[in-house]
């Protein structure tokens, strides 16, 4: 007897899902004829619409796709600051065609805002170049303590931190295409037009050349003391160096002038601008689910709305005649 009822009770159960299925097809099945009826009776509605629409979007997607330039700059002279404050308030000024006709800038809506952010290098950061041994030992002691009490990567990116990096990424968003000497080249122009800085670089150009042609006028020198210096000593070269400690300071001495020289003659060649543009690559497409697509999207979202309409208005007039008919009853 339990046996029989067990199976009375599952028969009901697969009858119930078997109904509960039969009615989910059964409402696709409506959905998708009431579709078809929608259709039949807004064919034009909706042809105009996907045709106006697939248009429009082709447009956009032309005229209006955001794409991205991207300029590795450097900033001398200590202008990282400066360089950070400036973008702020071009961004600020995006719109106001009064202020970047007056500092030379585009005034059409190309730009779309900037962001700059430092190149993370921390090799040259702690082993500068142009510092000499001791200054970089400093340097590195000093990173060292910090990063052991905490985040390396937190501390890098730290405001306080990331301005001490001469190498800075500068982001120029825009809207369509752009062109270095129409769009890009005013930006990088303005940057450099400081007064301030215009005479840090006048200055620090006059005595990097003092720098270079002292240690050119040193090296000289010391050329002539290592060639003298064999005739009187009766030895070779090789002996010379090996007995005499003078000498061989003095040869370390001459590499350390050529480290630095080198790095001098880079450092005049940076310092023809504050902010030193070094690379770029123009127009990189700044992709996103819409870039390219609005030719599909914004006819759908269209078509979407006119449904959502008919359907409001079909609810609204059920309403109206469900209550006539009650006033009237």
Known sequence: MANQTNSENQDIYLSDVS???KGYFSRVNDSFFDGILFLKKNIIAVAIILILGAGYGYYKDVTETNYETKVFVMSNFGSAD???LQVDNLNSKINDKTFKKANGVNTSNNIVNLKVEPVLDIFNFINDPSKDTE???RSYEIFRLISNNGDMKKIMKDEVTSKNFKMHLLTIRTRGFVTEDKDIKPI???LNSNPYFKTIQKESIKNLDIKIAVN????KQIDEILKKFPEGSGKSTGLVLNDHSDINEIIKEKNAIIREQAVNRIDKVNYTKIINDSSMSLNLSDESIITGNLKYIIPF???LVLIALVKFIRYYK???NKRKIIITE
């Open 216 to 219: 050119d006028t040193t090296l």
């Open 82 to 84: 400066y360089l950070n």
């Open 301 to 303: 979202s269209l078509l």
């Open 19 to 21: 109904n509960k299925v």
């Open 318 to 320: 059920k309403q109206v």
């Open 188 to 190: 990088i122009d303005y």
């Open 135 to 137: 200054f970089n030992d």
